[in-house]
């Protein structure tokens, strides 16, 4: 009783903390950035998507450089490094119109994981050497990143990962390997999360820019997968690879912190990709159900299909409104994990919800 009775006391904290804060707040430069996007996704991303489909990959190198030269892939980094020196609304932006406008899931989630999830802790953490290496080309588009966290036995248990990286003089060594890693097959370099030394599984972690071309890299496979096929996935082996002690990010030790903090950054993005997308779902089933005839006249017109459009209307709005609400915060400083906990869970269960529910009032060409 008395864990319950702390457990509503933290959530009503929580919601009197959340609920007086203000909601993002889009100008005419969002605008800007927005019709950039979508001139981009129609040159040079749509018209190629059945294409990569096909083949299970995008060239990330020629995609992302031309984000890089449109200053998309580092909205709210360093313009010492490139970046574009803004705050976290433009990232919202910029993601639900891809989100709305591409033809397919893979190239979003290769941009996703290049400008907002393997470099944050680099951003914020790293030496000033390590960004101009690593983050510089990253944002222009010269090197594609990847993060390497995942592995056979550890994903969301990120404590139980056990990939290695011993001390050897000035050098790390690293053994191990990594799954799932999304951009992993064609990437240049790789964020990777490794044991440093022996203590706690919270505390004995670091952060690691591994370039990818070393000895003892192997980039084992490319993964295949049910949907999200351009996006390529890999698996990748670590076999006494060497780097300096000076690719740490921030503090050695720190790195579990560190990815945590990154995890934010991903969330955010989900959200925002997530909401766009499902919009963009719900769009297209009410231009098909206005078109589509059965019993002399319009779908639309059937009562049904607008009551379950507008619910699934409701679940969208919930998740686009968290995405605000965090972004907000986190434009202000604030810590963003527990917002961003709940649109991780929520924005894959809405956006499962409403491909499936609309999917219904497609028949047949669903």
Same mark, same amino acid.
């Given at each position: 009783?008395? !864990? ?20 993002? =707040? ?43 030269? *449109? ?32 033809? $397919? ?8 994981? =290049?400008?907002?999830?393997? +470099?944050?802790?680099? *951003? ?26 995942? #592995? ?6 990120? $404590?139980?990962?056990?990939?290695? *990286? ?13 799954? %799932?890693? +999304? ?10 999360? !490794? ?19 070393? /000895? ?6 490319? &993964? /295949? ?5 351009? @996006?390529?996935?890999?698996? &990748? ?10 690719? &740490?990010?921030? #503090? ?23 909401? *766009? @997308? $499902? =919009?963009?779902?719900?769009?297209? +089933? ?7 005839? +059965? ?40 810590? &963003?994990?527990?917002? !961003? ?11 499962? #919800? ?7 009032? %497609?028949?047949?060409?669903?």
């Amino acid at each position: 009783m008395l !864990a319950s009775r702390k457990l509503v006391q933290c959530i009503s904290r929580r919601y009197l903390s959340v609920s007086s804060t203000r909601m993002l =707040q889009f100008t005419e430069q969002h605008d800007e950035l927005r019709s950039t996007v979508r001139k981009i996704v129609e040159k040079d991303i749509n018209p190629f998507v059945d294409q990569w489909e096909k083949e299970g990959m995008f060239d990330g190198h020629k995609l992302f450089k031309t984000l890089g030269s *449109a200053g998309l892939l580092g909205l709210t980094r360093d313009p010492k490094y490139g970046g574009q020196g803004l705050d976290y609304s433009f990232t919202v932006a910029m993601y639900e119109e891809f989100g709305y406008h591409i033809n $397919a899931a893979g190239p979003l989630t290769g941009i996703g994981v =290049q400008a907002d999830m393997a +470099t944050p802790g680099l *951003a914020r953490f790293g030496t000033d050497e390590l960004k101009a290496e690593f983050l510089a080309p990253t944002i222009a588009g010269d090197y594609v990143a990847c993060v390497g966290i995942s #592995e056979p036995e550890g994903g969301s248990d990120v $404590a139980a990962i056990r990939t290695t *990286a011993k001390r050897e003089g000035d050098d790390l060594i690293i053994n191990g390997g990594k799954m %799932w890693i +999304t951009n992993g097959y064609q990437a240049d370099w790789m964020c990777l999360l !490794a044991n440093t030394r022996q203590d706690s599984p919270h505390k004995n972690k670091s952060l690691i820019c591994v370039p990818l071309n070393l /000895p003892g890299v192997h980039k084992a496979r490319k &993964i /295949p997968k049910m949907g999200n096929l351009s @996006s390529d996935t890999a698996q &990748i082996f670590f076999d006494n690879v060497r780097v300096p002690v000076k690719n &740490i990010i921030g #503090e050695e030790g720190m790195g579990f912190i560190y990815q945590m903090l990154q995890f934010g950054d991903e969330r955010l993005v989900v959200g925002s990709t997530s909401t *766009a @997308s $499902a =919009q963009r779902a719900i769009q297209d +089933t009410i231009e098909y159900c206005k078109q589509r005839k +059965t019993f002399g006249q319009p779908l639309i017109n059937n009562q049904h299909i607008h009551f379950k459009l507008a619910e699934l209307q409701c679940e969208v709005e919930a998740v686009r409104a968290l995405t605000y609400l965090a972004a907000d915060k986190m434009i202000e400083g604030e810590d &963003i994990t527990y917002l !961003a906990s709940i649109i991780k869970l929520k924005g894959g269960r809405m956006l499962r #919800e409403v491909v499936d529910g609309c999917l219904q009032f %497609w028949g047949g060409m669903g």
